[in-house]
Antibody, heavy 123, light 111 residues
């Protein structure tokens, strides 16, 4: 069974850095794309970007390019989302999600989701 | 890119059918057959319900169906059940490696 387990909630101050994680289990980590989706409080879903852990091919939404960094460590089946300098507007729930790399249309959807990591940025 | 347009809310009684629309442009919904739908219960992660416009993942009841006409995709839920009450989001590929766009979400209330 494919499972994605995300790191716990974070409370940070503006300007601080942060790296949250998403650990995959129950499947071959390098056979799936892993992506990140933002959900601001009371708002809808936003696609942030995606990585293929097999070769670290990473693609960002134009809205998030330069604002966050997506990475993965295939040796421990874990993907990451990081910020170098948080802003109050980064306050949101962040979900990781994955989809089978070898499915020709898998790239266009997310089949499995993590439970979410709540990031709160406040002075 | 702009979010896809969904009604803010729809409602129906148990056993009835409801349809949620998702309107985009020829650059997203109308241009590709990569529309997916996600169900999100309060405080929970989204769940994939429909992909590639009309395909259902294993385990999703056949009461859920998807379709597309022009720039508008639709999710139909027949035989409404209480557990279907949730937020529903559409999502479409929008023409580049990095372009996906979600709808604003629709709250389904089962009366």
């Amino acid at each position: 069974e494919v499972q994605l387990v995300q790191s716990g909630a974070e409370v940070k101050k503006p300007g601080e850095s942060l790296k949250i994680s998403c650990k995959g289990s129950g499947y071959s980590f390098t056979s799936y794309w892993i992506g990140w989706v933002r959900q601001m409080p009371g708002k809808g879903l936003e696609w942030m970007g995606i990585i293929y852990p097999g070769d670290s091919d990473t693609r960002y939404s134009p809205s998030f390019q330069g604002q966050v960094t997506i990475s993965a460590d295939k040796s421990i089946s874990t993907a990451y989302l990081q910020w170098s300098s948080l802003k109050a507007s980064d306050t949101a729930m962040y979900y990781c999600a994955c989809t089978y790399y070898y499915d020709s249309s898998g790239y266009y959807r997310f089949d499995y989701w993590g439970q979410g990591t709540l990031v709160t940025v406040s002075s | 890119q702009s979010a896809l347009t969904q009604p803010r809310s729809v409602s129906g009684s148990p056993g009835q059918s409801v349809t949620i629309s998702c309107t985009g442009t020829s650059s997203d919904v109308g241009g590709y057959n990569y529309v997916s739908w996600y169900q999100q219960h309060p405080g929970k992660a989204p769940k994939l319900m429909i992909y590639d416009v009309s395909k259902r993942p294993s385990g999703v009841p056949d009461r859920f169906s998807g379709s597309k006409s022009g720039n508008t995709a639709s999710l139909t839920i027949s035989g409404l059940q209480a557990e279907d009450e949730a937020d529903y989001y559409c999502c479409s590929y929008a023409g580049s490696y990095t372009s996906r766009v979600f709808g604003g979400g629709t709250k389904l209330t089962v009366l």
